[in-house]
C-alpha cells in the first residue's frame, strides 16, 4: 500500500458518518501541504469517497488590510489572516450538512476571491490545509477540537529553506532571498518551534511542494 492510500485508509477510518470529517493538514511553509491534500482527495475521490481541500490561505488579509496594519512586510505570518472568520468556517463545516462557500487564495492576483469554492453537501470529508492549524499559541490552539484528525508534515528546516528560494525563484521574485530571509524562515520556525501533537506525521524530504 502506498503512502497516499496508507493515510486515506486512516482518514477513513476516523470519518464520522452523520456528519462531515474535518482532516488538518499542518506543516511549516514549503513542507508540502496542498500538494499532499489534493493527492489525499484524488485518492479518496478515486475509491468512491467524497473529499475536497479547504485551504486556510483563502483567509489571507488584503494587502491594503495588512498596510494599513503595518504587516505588509510579515505576509503570511499567523496575525495576518482572518482567524474569527477562519475559526467560523471550521465550525460551519463541522456542524452543517448544506451547501457551504469558501474563500480562495488566487496567488496570481496576490489576494483571496470570495465563494471561489463550494464545499457540496455531498463532500463527507474536508482537508483543511495550512501553517498554523496546530500551532501552539492562541487563539490558534483553539482550533484542535475542530478537527476529527490531523496530520503534520515534517521537514528538515534547511530543505524548508531550499523549497521557498525555489518557490520565489519560480515566481520571479527578484527580493525572493531576501523575503525567505525575514519573513518565511521566521515562520517556518513559528511552526516547527511551538507545535500541538498531531495524530500522525509525516516526514519527507523529497516531496514536492506548491
Not at 48 to 66: E, K, N, R, T, W
Not at 196 to 205: A, F, G, I, K
Request: hydrophobic share 40%; proline share 5%.
Amino acid at each position: 500500500m502506498s503512502e497516499i492510500a496508507h493515510i486515506a485508509a486512516t482518514i477513513f477510518r476516523r470519518a464520522r458518518h452523520d456528519k462531515r470529517t474535518l482532516v488538518a493538514i499542518a506543516g511549516a511553509p514549503g513542507s508540502g501541504k496542498s500538494t499532499l491534500a489534493e493527492e489525499l482527495a484524488a485518492a479518496m475521490n478515486s475509491s468512491g469517497q467524497s473529499a475536497i481541500v479547504v485551504p486556510m490561505d483563502g483567509f489571507h488579509y488584503d494587502d491594503a488590510v495588512l498596510a494599513r496594519r503595518g504587516l505588509s512586510q510579515r505576509k503570511g505570518a499567523p496575525e495576518t489572516f482572518d482567524f474569527a472568520g477562519f475559526e467560523c468556517l471550521l465550525k460551519r463545516l463541522g456542524s452543517e450538512t448544506g451547501e457551504i462557500a469558501v474563500p480562495v487564495f488566487d496567488r496570481s492576483m496576490e489576494l483571496a476571491r470570495a465563494a471561489a469554492e463550494i464545499v457540496s453537501g455531498d463532500h463527507k470529508i474536508v482537508l483543511v490545509e495550512g501553517n498554523y492549524l496546530l500551532l501552539d499559541e492562541a487563539p490558534w490552539s483553539g482550533l484542535r477540537p475542530l478537527f476529527d484528525f490531523t496530520i503534520f508534515l515534517e521537514v528538515p528546516r534547511e530543505e524548508l529553506e531550499r523549497r521557498l528560494l525555489e518557490r520565489w525563484r519560480d515566481h520571479g521574485r527578484t527580493d525572493g532571498p531576501a523575503w525567505v530571509a525575514s519573513n518565511d524562515m521566521p515562520n517556518v520556525d513559528r511552526v516547527m518551534g511551538k507545535r500541538l501533537e498531531p495524530d500522525l506525521v509525516v516526514r519527507s524530504e523529497a516531496r514536492k511542494t506548491q
